[in-house]
């Protein structure tokens, strides 16, 4: 198995709602993120967790709140969220954590595209 | 301040062979990344160069010159299905990827 799996694909929401993004990798990998990426823009950095422990938050607001439960699930939750939130948001995992001895190959998944209404 | 550049656009033919350039000023490196895109898509890797020199994988190889900041992706036999987005990414010298906007590859038949 050489995928991360995202689900959602599309997600519709209000700005009052609360919903979650979910993010599954079975490669053992330790060290997975989230991503955002606007129309023709390239992926900005929200999240990373390496051996299940948040390590880099990249000054994302507290309506996005990530959670790993083990180490092969990401989630992302996500509440009174903006219009301008509205992105593609991509999962990615890495066989090593962020640091030292990670060749830096990241995996993505499909990706959930989102839209706040 | 980290930056790295590429061109937005580039058009190529069929079958000929395209090279796009990245050059990159970060904090520190510790390696270079090229990524493909297609439209809609997720990333998908394609190469890593940490010490200078050529890789080569196929029909793509990349290239790196670390004292000018410098790689280039080359594109050989090119096909329709190489049509999408090429992201050059740097890793810094805090293991943060430094991602580049991207150049756009249209072919032509």
């Known amino acids: 198995d050489t995928e991360v799996t995202q689900t959602p694909k599309h997600l519709v929401m209000g700005m009052t709602n609360k919903k979650s993004l979910k993010c599954e990798q079975h490669m053992g990998h330790r060290a997975m993120y989230w991503y955002k990426q606007k129309a023709k823009k390239p992926p900005e950095l929200m999240f990373v967790y390496s051996y299940e422990k948040l390590s880099i938050n990249e000054s994302v607001p507290s309506r996005f709140s990530p959670e790993c439960p083990n180490s092969s699930l990401l989630n992302l939750h996500l509440h009174a969220l903006q219009p301008e939130d509205s992105a593609l948001y991509l999962c990615?995992?890495?066989?090593?954590?962020?640091?030292?001895?990670?060749?830096?190959?990241?995996?993505f998944g499909e990706g959930s595209r989102l839209t706040v209404l | 301040g980290q930056n790295i550049d590429q061109p937005t656009e580039m058009t190529a033919t069929e079958g000929a062979i395209v090279q796009i350039n990245c050059t990159y000023q970060t904090s520190g490196f510790n390696g270079l990344f090229w990524y493909q895109q297609h439209a809609g898509e997720a990333p998908t890797f394609l190469s890593y160069?940490?010490l200078d020199g050529l890789e080569e994988k196929g029909r793509f190889s990349s290239f790196l010159s670390r004292s000018k900041g410098y790689s280039y992706l080359l594109l050989k036999e090119l096909q329709m299905k190489d049509s999408a987005s090429y992201l050059c990414?740097?890793?810094?010298?805090?293991?943060?990827?430094?991602w580049g906007a991207g150049t756009k590859l249209i072919i032509k038949p």
């Open positions: 160069n940490v």
């Open positions: 990414a740097v890793r810094d010298s805090n293991y943060q990827l430094i």
């Open positions: 990615a995992s890495s066989p090593r954590g962020d640091r030292v001895g990670n060749t830096g190959e990241l995996f």
